[in-house]
């Protein structure tokens, strides 16, 4: 587990850049500290560095960070992560968790809400942040969902680059 490297009277920005395009995070240290301490330390690490958005739910979420690219595993580790301020919305990231995972239980692995579905989901999963541009392009990878409506989105979308601003 990453030891807290992150000032959470700072602000901390996250620039991921896919094959679709940039989406940049707003990361909430200020009310999720173990949360941003954890994405920041897997991002400055490279640790999403090419590595696939592996689901694509209609009206719901695109989720990545699985380091085998299956939906599956994670850094080797979990945190216990801190639940969001209020329910989420369309914008919220937060960490993805199994349905047998206590809440808050986070890896490597998270969402970005792109539909109005998010907004019923139970606050059980760690909050990280909101999405303050490339909104349009999370939207976009979501629309890749398969004809299901839930799994690996088709064309395959890859995250190139994710970096960690501090100000």
Avoid: C, H
Wanted: no cysteine; hydrophobic share 30%; charged share 15%.
């Amino acid at each position: 587990k990453p030891e807290m490297t992150i000032d959470p009277s700072k602000k901390y920005t996250a620039t991921i850049e896919t094959t679709e395009g940039t989406i940049v995070i707003d990361l909430d240290a200020a009310n999720a500290p173990t949360s941003v301490n954890n994405f920041v330390y897997l991002s400055r690490n490279g640790f999403y560095d090419g590595l696939l958005i592996t689901r694509a739910s209609k009206d719901f979420v695109i989720q990545t960070g699985s380091p085998n690219n299956t939906q599956q595993g994670g850094p080797g580790y979990t945190i216990q992560s801190e639940a969001p301020p209020g329910p989420y919305a369309i914008g919220s990231v937060a960490w993805a968790k199994t349905g047998s995972e206590a809440a808050g239980t986070a890896g490597s692995q998270f969402f970005i809400g792109t539909g109005s579905g998010i907004t019923s989901l139970p606050q059980d999963y760690g909050y990280i942040g909101k999405v303050s541009q490339g909104l349009d392009v999370a939207q976009k990878i979501m629309g890749f969902a398969p004809a299901s409506g839930d799994g690996p989105p088709s064309p395959s979308v890859q995250m190139t680059k994710v970096t960690i601003t501090e100000s």
